[in-house]
């Protein structure tokens, strides 16, 4: 499994998930950058991704939605703030109301900063979110978001060996 650590600071307030992949740095973020392949990787195995909207530039947003296997959608957003192809990216992660991606107001909304660095034989990469308060970020713990985020990340691995 890729995912090597996972850690959560509440007094930074931030959620930190490292993962290794034994292909370059480049190759991760062609998942990141090409919709159809963020589709198979963003959201755990039973809630797969469709992204309604990408784009992965300096102030672009990405529109997506999960579908649980029982067929509910579940809505969300990035607004993205930078990118240094292929090294980084940062991007706030939020959730939607409905299918016209309406912000969330009730729902934390994660600053999120993931980097690909080489290491190694492969590249490590380092998804670090960060939230207004430790509060928000407790409340996406308790929904699950280490597991989620570490069976998505972890699903990688195929992805690219295909």
């Given at each position: 499994?890729?995912?090597?650590?996972?850690?959560?600071?509440?007094?930074?307030?931030?959620?930190?998930?490292?993962?290794?992949?034994?292909?370059?740095?480049?190759?991760?973020?062609?998942v990141y950058?090409n919709?159809?392949?963020?589709?198979?990787?963003?959201?755990?195995?039973?809630?797969?991704?469709?992204?309604?909207?990408?784009?992965?530039?300096?102030?672009?947003?990405?529109?997506?939605?999960?579908?649980?296997?029982?067929?509910?959608?579940?809505?969300?957003?990035?607004?993205?703030?930078?990118?240094?192809?292929?090294?980084?990216?940062?991007?706030?992660?939020?959730?939607?109301?409905?299918?016209?991606?309406?912000?969330?107001?009730?729902?934390?909304?994660?600053?999120?900063?993931?980097?690909?660095?080489?290491?190694?034989?492969?590249?490590?990469?380092?998804?670090v979110?960060t939230?207004?308060?430790?509060?928000?970020?407790?409340?996406?713990?308790?929904?699950?978001?280490?597991?989620?985020?570490?069976?998505?990340?972890?699903?990688?691995d195929?992805?690219?060996?295909?």
């Amino acid at each position: 499994m890729p995912v090597t650590d996972v850690s959560h600071d509440l007094d930074a307030r931030t959620l930190t998930i490292v993962a290794n992949f034994t292909c370059a740095p480049k190759r991760i973020w062609e998942v990141y950058a090409n919709p159809r392949q963020l589709e198979q990787v963003w959201g755990p195995p039973t809630y797969p991704a469709t992204f309604v909207d990408h784009d992965l530039v300096p102030g672009g947003r990405m529109n997506y939605y999960m579908t649980s296997p029982e067929g509910a959608k579940h809505y969300g957003y990035w607004e993205v703030e930078s990118v240094d192809e292929p090294n980084s990216f940062t991007f706030a992660d939020g959730f939607a109301l409905d299918e016209g991606f309406t912000k969330n107001p009730d729902l934390p909304v994660g600053r999120n900063a993931f980097s690909f660095a080489e290491h190694e034989s492969g590249t490590r990469a380092t998804f670090v979110s960060t939230y207004a308060t430790a509060e928000a970020l407790q409340k996406v713990l308790d929904m699950g978001v280490v597991e989620g985020a570490t069976s998505a990340i972890n699903q990688i691995d195929d992805l690219v060996a295909a």
